[in-house]
């Protein structure tokens, strides 16, 4: 209960699924609640910290299956190389994952989120500003959102991400 970031655990075994970081960037199709956006930090596709803490899983064995194994253009990738992909990028790279369930205006509103959570970078900023003007309105709320969190940290002279 304790290690959730947006606290959906709200009692001894009860969840609400509509705080779960996993729900809010895969199944849910509408904005992200603004009180939700900083707790879930850089995470742009589920949680899972849930899953790490889990009594049981200390049983499980890690995946050897090459299905279940981190693709390069994910793996080290900046978050502005992600969000600066197109939609046919986007359904080429995410090719039999389960990414695709999020879909595209998904991939750019999580982003969007993380962006705002990251550091103060002009590359940053820039890259959220050049978006913008193509995304659709869910994605341009969460993108004035995340504008809105760089500006914040640019005028407070907070720390400088190397994205």
């Known amino acids: ?24 960037t895969i199944e849910s199709k509408d904005a992200i609640p603004e009180p939700l956006r900083i707790p879930m930090g850089n995470r742009i596709f589920g949680c899972d910290d849930c899953q790490m803490v889990c009594p049981w899983n200390k049983f499980a064995a ?8 981190a693709r390069p253009e994910f793996e080290q990738a900046a978050l502005t190389t992600l969000f600066a992909w197109s939609e046919a990028t986007f ?11 999020t879909g595209y205006a998904g991939w750019l509103r999580n982003i969007s989120v993380a962006l705002g959570n990251a550091d103060y970078d002009p590359e940053i ?34 720390p400088r991400s190397t994205s």
């Open 1 to 24: 209960m304790d290690v959730c970031p947006t606290k959906a655990f709200v009692g001894p075994f009860e969840l609400d699924a509509k705080r779960c970081i996993s729900y809010l």
């Open 125 to 158: 900023l820039a890259s959220l500003q050049a978006k913008r003007p193509t995304s659709t309105p869910m994605v341009q709320e969460h993108i004035d959102w995340a504008i809105r969190q760089q500006i914040l940290k640019r005028d407070a002279g907070g």
């Open 91 to 101: 359904l080429d790279k995410t090719q039999g994952t389960a990414i695709r369930r």
């Open 62 to 69: 890690t995946a050897v299956d090459p299905v279940f194994q």
